[in-house]
């Protein structure tokens, strides 16, 4: 039985890098599995990039209003056919469609968006591997998390260090290397004078910069 799965974790996590991995596991195989990522998340506009240096072109991007389902039986009809015409009749059924969508920055998709990740599982029975960030930089839930949260067959939890030692579990924002506790949700580099960068911390840790504040 397909399930669907969220994979989250504080910025710097590794999230890219484990869901590449993801699709290499498959990809060595023979299966064909299908990338996307919401258009939100400008850094990197239609690729994958992992810290270490690998970096992947996704099949499909999801703007906001995008209906990932219809984009997902899309390319999955492409990656059928493909199959067909590059498979002998006896070949391993399952190399003929789409073994899994892997979706990057899964905080960025809407309510709605992964309501249908649930249908693509259930409905069309493909497993779905969704990587995201938990919670933003007030420590509130991304929409597209928090629906994950709700949803998911399985939750598992991907960890990353603060710099005190202890396990990260917030991301705290520094615009121009400054703390920064107020804001919009989605900082976007380009728009802002300064630079905009994050920090994976403890609760301790972002207590104590915060003043005490949690959002
Ligand atoms: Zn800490």
């Known amino acids: 039985m397909a399930k669907l799965y969220f994979r989250y974790g504080a910025m710097n996590s590794g999230k890219s890098t484990a869901l590449l991995q993801a699709a290499y596991n498959y990809e060595e195989r023979g299966q064909h599995v299908l990338l996307a990522k919401p258009t939100i998340d400008t850094k990197d506009a239609d690729r994958i990039s992992s810290r270490l240096g690998v970096t ?7 703007d906001a209003t995008a209906d990932i389902r ?10 059928q056919q493909q199959a067909r015409d590059a498979l002998v009749p006896d070949a391993d059924a399952t190399r003929a469609d789409v073994a899994c969508l892997l979706i990057d920055e899964a905080q960025f998709l809407t309510r709605d968006q992964v309501d249908d990740l649930l249908r ?6 493909i497993p779905v591997l969704a990587y995201g960030i938990r919670t933003d930089f007030q420590t509130q839930a991304f929409p597209g998390s928090r629906r994950l949260m709700e949803l998911a067959h399985s939750l598992e939890e991907l960890k990353t260090i603060c710099r005190c030692g202890r396990k990260a579990l917030f991301n705290a924002r520094l615009v121009g290397g400054r703390f920064v506790f107020d804001g919009d949700q989605v900082a976007i580099d380009q728009l802002t004078a300064e630079r905009v960068t994050y920090e994976s911390m403890c609760a301790e840790c972002y207590l104590a910069e915060s003043g005490g504040r949690l959002g």
Do not use: K
């Not at 992947?56 to 999801?62: A, I, P, S």
């Not at 219809?70 to 990656?79: D, G, I, Q, T, Y």
């Open 56 to 62: 992947r072109e996704v099949d499909f991007l999801v």
């Open 70 to 79: 219809a984009l997902f039986a899309e390319h999955r009809a492409r990656v």
């Open 120 to 125: 693509i599982v259930v409905l069309d029975g």
